[in-house]
């Protein structure tokens, strides 16, 4: 990251550093959107898995994330589930650059975990799936909050893997709702120069789910 207060470009839909809000972003009515609970569980937990593989060795290390080396994108990841935890309880306050949570890293599992527990805590009533969310980053139905969410764990836990040749292993369920999510969430205006996203790359014939979606987000697979 060449500056430490300017948002990268690839920061994800949780990290609220796109440069404009999306007021339809996964809207709709919250009764026809699927319950994600279930792929959000189990995206944290395979995400933290890799969040607690990183070392001290591999923390300069590049990640296919524009702007963030494995330190700045495992801090991304702890802002991403503390934003989760208060999106569930209440109104987001105006998101801090530079969209992470500073933390030192051998402090990252544990503080991933506490998080985690947090966010399980403040999406267990159902009624929360219902509520109207107001991100900075966009407003939607709990609902929606939760597989956007899912996505934003998934594809950043797939970069922070890479980054430190771990193999987290993730359902295909999980996956395919990631994929679905950001195919019908990641419009052209949130791609290219100063945005969230780049183009999307080309996915090989017979690609995995994974690799689809990493694709459509613009990484390689």
């Not at 948002?7 to 994800?12: A, I, L, R």
């Not at 991403?80 to 500073?102: H, I, K, T, Y």
């Not at 597989?147 to 040749?165: M, N, R, S």
């Amino acid at each position: 990251m060449q500056n430490t207060t300017t948002p990268p470009t690839d920061s994800g839909p949780g990290s609220g550093a796109a440069t404009h809000r999306n007021e339809h972003h996964l809207a709709g009515d919250p009764a026809d959107l699927p319950d994600a609970r279930a792929q959000l569980a189990h995206a944290i937990e395979i995400t933290g898995t890799v969040v607690a593989a990183v070392r001290p060795d591999r923390l300069t290390r590049p990640t296919p994330c524009s702007g963030y080396d494995v330190r700045q994108l495992t801090e991304h990841v702890l802002y991403a589930l503390d934003q989760l935890a208060a999106a569930g309880r209440r109104p987001l306050a105006a998101a801090a650059e530079p969209f992470r949570l500073a933390v030192a890293p051998e402090a990252y599992a544990a503080t991933y975990a506490a998080l985690a527990e947090e966010v399980s805590g403040a999406w267990a009533p159902d009624e929360r799936l219902g509520e109207v969310v107001e991100l900075e980053w966009a407003t939607m139905p709990g609902a929606a909050v939760v597989a956007a969410y899912v996505a934003e764990l998934i594809v950043h836990g797939a970069d922070l893997a890479k980054a430190i040749d771990a193999t987290p292993v993730w359902d295909e369920p999980a996956v395919e709702l990631a994929l679905a999510t950001m195919q019908f969430a990641l419009g052209p205006e949130a791609r290219g120069p100063e945005r969230p996203f780049g183009a999307e790359v080309a996915a090989p014939a017979g690609a995995s789910t994974l690799d689809r979606l990493l694709a459509f987000t613009g990484r390689q697979p």
